[in-house]
């Protein structure tokens, strides 16, 4: 036990060191914004390199428990969920967007918006469908540190883990919500929902980890997860529906809510089977 606590913190620490050492660096030093996905690659990468640096050097455990295989036959199901379910949490939250706020989506001006060129809807889709694909690797940076490490070193059961890494996933992120990136909103209610909006992610994510055998997919849905639903929501909620940061967050915690309620209910994170 204390051989997995002495990884658990030095885990947090290398992976909180770097990645707020990273914003503070672009911010004060820089002064450079945080939207430039090249001044983000230190933070995105901080998990992978604090799991690595743990597994070989710190506690020298090893890396046979990472579930690092691609699994492509075994886990398709899994694989197509986390492809496709980040389009259907957009759909659910400019659905639910335009029911409250009363507005009408204008679909039209999004190609514009998102992709900088009045280009067809042909091109968003591919974006939107193959842009994940592409950037798995990027979010592996992520996944292979929350998941294949963090998830796994709780010392609880299943459901409680992926709580609690999502609870400490999100505070990771908290430097963020006072940069350009999370920035518009009270600061309190931004990191009130974007908290309440990671947990639930979180579940989700293990509930994929664990069920398909592989910390690909997680990236896949990570992936889809930025570059679909996060690209998308702001030119659709925010600048056309007028609705704050901390508002949209709860607009897309409400269908992935009823989907954690689905997988809890149902036990499936409980008894975590591989596929």
Request: charge should be positive.
């Amino acid at each position: 036990m204390g051989h997995n606590r002495t990884g658990v913190i030095a885990y947090l620490l290398i992976a909180f060191g770097i990645a707020w050492g990273d914003i503070a660096l672009v911010v004060f030093v820089l002064d450079g914004s945080l939207m430039n996905p090249l001044l983000q690659l230190p933070m995105a990468f901080a998990p992978a390199i604090a799991a690595i640096v743990v597994r070989k050097w710190i506690t020298k455990e090893g890396f046979g428990d990472v579930k690092g295989r691609l699994r492509l036959g075994a886990a398709k199901r899994y694989y197509l969920l986390a492809w496709a379910g980040p389009v259907a949490v957009l759909a659910s939250a400019v659905g639910l967007g335009a029911a409250v706020g009363g507005y009408r989506p204008d679909l039209g001006t999004v190609p514009e918006q998102v992709l900088g060129a009045d280009l067809p809807w042909a091109a968003v889709l591919g974006f939107a469908l193959l842009a994940p694909v592409l950037a798995m690797p990027v979010f592996w940076g992520e996944e292979f540190g929350w998941r294949s490490y963090l998830q796994q070193r709780t010392g609880r059961g299943t459901v409680a883990a992926a709580v609690v890494t999502g609870l400490v996933w999100a505070a990771w992120h908290y430097p963020l919500v006072f940069t350009d990136y999370a920035s518009g909103g009270p600061w309190a209610l931004t990191i009130l929902t974007w908290t309440l909006l990671i947990v639930l992610q979180a579940v989700v994510l293990a509930w994929l980890f664990l069920r398909s055998g592989s910390v690909w997919v997680a990236c896949l849905a990570h992936a889809g997860n930025n570059l679909v639903v996060g690209a998308f929501a702001d030119p659709l909620l925010v600048e056309q529906g007028g609705f704050a940061g901390w508002q949209v967050n709860l607009l897309q915690a409400v269908p992935i809510a009823a989907v954690c309620a689905w997988i809890l209910l149902t036990g499936r994170l409980r008894r975590p089977e591989m596929a």
